[in-house]
């Protein structure tokens, strides 16, 4: 997938000011697993379980050999959670030795190939009880969260919560991601007036502000500055959709990618970060390259959203 143009000059003028970044390449996933991967009918109908979700979550993590993943709805929806000793259990399946996650009703969690120093793990004041985790990886900090999915005015407020803290701690070379559940003004233009989401799948309309499509949350974030990261790697904007995922669409009679619907899930990076970014792509069975179609199917089925990956280069004394 070639780069956003537009970028590709930001790049080069970037490294100029900053050097070229050289080193080694640092992957990183970002994946909402739908309620812990709870049992739930296919896109064939038939009842697929945890287990089968679990196993083709690992054997996809196992082909793409991520450093760093970030994961979101670590509960289901029978309020069994995970737990530390689950998702270090899980970790270690696919080469991950370090594990956070938030103790939460809807936890978030980080895994990792590398140590981690936590910084902060919970939900803040007026925060969601999805929680957030700031990690120390690699010389990068990492924030995983997932924000607020009953609309968009409890979501605001999580963004400025989230953004005073990077304030606060005066956070540079900072990746922040997850299920952000908002709307990016860079995807507009796929957007019908109401969201697909309560005409398709009857479900309520959590992205309406005022009856009209929110963007202030995204818009949040892009303004403190963050870089959108797959907007970069992803030039079209209806190959950069992570919901639903196959099994959803399909199961409700739309051919993905026919089905337009939404983006949700994010890869925010700070400014500093702009000359180590390397490749970037969302596995939705859209924007890949055909010949990694056979890959991404090991992750189709387990969830109802698309992982995001970025790489990015950093020196080789961070790798540690």
Same mark, same amino acid.
Request: charged share 25%; aromatic share 10%.
């Given at each position: 997938?070639?780069?956003?143009? =537009? ?15 050289? $080193?080694?390449? =640092? ?48 509960? /289901? ?9 689950? =998702? ?7 080469? %991950? /030795?370090?594990?956070? @996650? ?34 120390? @990886?690699?010389?990068?900090? @990492?924030?995983?969260? %997932? ?22 701690? &005066? ?6 991601? $997850?299920?952000? /559940? ?17 005409? *398709?799948? &009857? ?32 030039? !079209? ?15 409700? $009679? %739309?051919?993905?990618? *026919? ?12 400014? *500093? ?23 991404? !199917? ?23």
């Amino acid at each position: 997938m070639k780069p956003n143009p =537009l970028f590709a000059a930001v790049l080069a003028a970037a490294m100029l000011v900053a050097g070229t970044v050289s $080193g080694a390449q =640092l992957k990183i996933i970002t994946h909402n697993i739908r309620d812990a991967f709870s049992p739930r009918p296919s896109r064939t109908q038939s009842y697929r379980s945890e287990a089968a979700n679990h196993r083709d979550f690992v054997a996809f993590m196992k082909k793409r050999a991520p450093d760093i993943v970030c994961l979101q709805e670590l509960c /289901n929806g029978q309020g069994e959670r995970f737990t530390a000793a689950k =998702l270090a259990a899980m970790a270690k399946e696919y080469g %991950h /030795n370090y594990s956070a @996650i938030v103790d939460s009703s809807y936890g978030v969690g980080i895994t990792s190939k590398y140590p981690m120093k936590v910084v902060f793990k919970g939900s803040p004041k007026g925060f969601s009880v999805r929680g957030i985790i700031h990690a120390e @990886i690699c010389g990068l900090n @990492i924030l995983c969260t %997932h924000l607020d999915a009953s609309g968009p005015v409890p979501r605001l407020r999580e963004a400025h919560i989230l953004l005073d803290y990077l304030r606060g701690k &005066k956070l540079n070379r900072c990746l922040l991601m $997850g299920d952000l /559940n908002g709307r990016s003004p860079f995807d507009g233009d796929l957007y019908p007036d109401r969201p697909l989401r309560s005409v *398709d799948y &009857k479900t309520p309309p959590f992205s309406l502000l005022k009856e009209n499509v929110d963007y202030s949350v995204i818009s949040t974030f892009l303004s403190y500055p963050l870089i959108d990261t797959m907007r970069i790697f992803v030039p !079209n904007a209806r190959d950069r959709m992570t919901w639903p995922n196959h099994w959803y669409s399909e199961r409700y $009679g %739309h051919k993905f990618p *026919d089905v337009v619907g939404e983006r949700l899930d994010y890869i925010f990076a700070t400014p *500093d970060l702009i000359p180590t970014l390397r490749k970037g792509f969302i596995w939705n069975h859209a924007c890949e390259p055909a010949e990694q179609y056979k890959e991404e !199917n090991a992750i189709r089925d387990a969830s109802d959203h698309a992982p995001n990956e970025l790489i990015l280069e950093i020196p080789d004394a961070d790798l540690k």
